[in-house]
């Protein structure tokens, strides 16, 4: 989980990012102190939440939520507030939630995490460009990657692109959303397994894929738990 937090006062920023961080240690944490650095960051970097402060100097974080629209990718938006009277100004933007900082402690691992059930929930996505433009495909609708160089194949129920990427990069990405390491060459979707063999597997779709010798061991016990399960 990615999360971005903008507050001009520093000290409020420190607090709120040791706050995230003891409680969801995993999180990868941004941090900025300013909406102009804010606005900037979110053009070059997508998150997935968003703990904004509303009474920033220069431009608040009304006019910032304004321009959240404009995202391809818009953040859950968390506003963080000492001024109560604001609350009611921030609906028009659709706020996931409020944090008041006189009650950081209590409110923010709360608000956190239904942030992380709420984004669980949604079925996932892998983005990648290609030649075509951006492509989104559901994970569950991808069989499998297959590595060439620098380059991957993906292979979907119905389709296939190619993409610039490494295949260790797709393993460490979409290993914890059930896609297996099986080859130096091939990385495969678990729930897209029919048959295990000895030295390959077979897909529901009638493909066969190599395993190789250095990856059999650990994508066999990992294929057996999932399919026992």
Same mark, same amino acid.
């Given at each position: 989980m990615n999360i971005l937090i903008c507050?001009? =006062?520093?000290?409020? +920023? *420190? !607090?709120?990012?040791? #706050?995230? *961080?003891?409680? %969801? &240690? =995993?999180w990868q944490i941004m941090k900025v102190g300013n909406s102009t650095e804010l606005l900037g960051l979110l053009q070059e970097q997508e998150c997935d939440i968003l703990l904004l402060d509303i009474d920033m100097p220069v431009i608040n974080g009304l006019d910032i939520a304004r321009r959240l629209e404009n995202l391809k990718k818009k953040p859950l938006l968390i506003f963080v507030t000492s001024h109560d009277e604001l609350v009611y100004d921030s609906l028009q933007f *659709? &706020? %996931? $939630? %409020?944090?008041?900082? /006189?009650?950081l402690e209590t409110e923010l691992p709360r608000v956190l995490r239904d942030c992380e059930k709420e984004i669980n929930s949604h079925s996932r996505h892998y983005h990648f460009r290609t030649s075509e433009g951006e492509i989104k495909l559901l994970l569950d609708d991808i069989l499998y990657f297959e590595s060439e160089g620098n380059y991957i194949s993906v292979y979907a129920k119905d389709i296939s692109y190619r993409f610039r990427e490494t295949i260790t990069t +797709? !393993?460490?990405? +979409?290993? #914890? %959303?059930? @896609?297996?390491?099986? *080859?130096? $060459? @091939?990385?495969?979707? !678990? /729930?897209?397994?029919e048959v295990l063999g000895t030295d390959e597997l077979k897909l529901y779709n009638g493909m066969k894929l190599p395993i190789g010798r250095n990856y059999a061991e650990t994508a066999k016990k990992r294929m057996m738990r999932y399919m026992l399960q």
């Open positions: 507050d001009d =006062e520093p000290q409020i +920023l *420190h !607090q709120i990012s040791e #706050k995230v *961080h003891n409680d %969801f &240690p =995993e *659709h &706020p %996931f $939630g %409020f944090v008041r900082k /006189s009650y +797709l !393993q460490n990405t +979409l290993e #914890k %959303f059930g @896609f297996i390491r099986i *080859h130096r $060459g @091939f990385l495969v979707n !678990q /729930s897209a397994v």
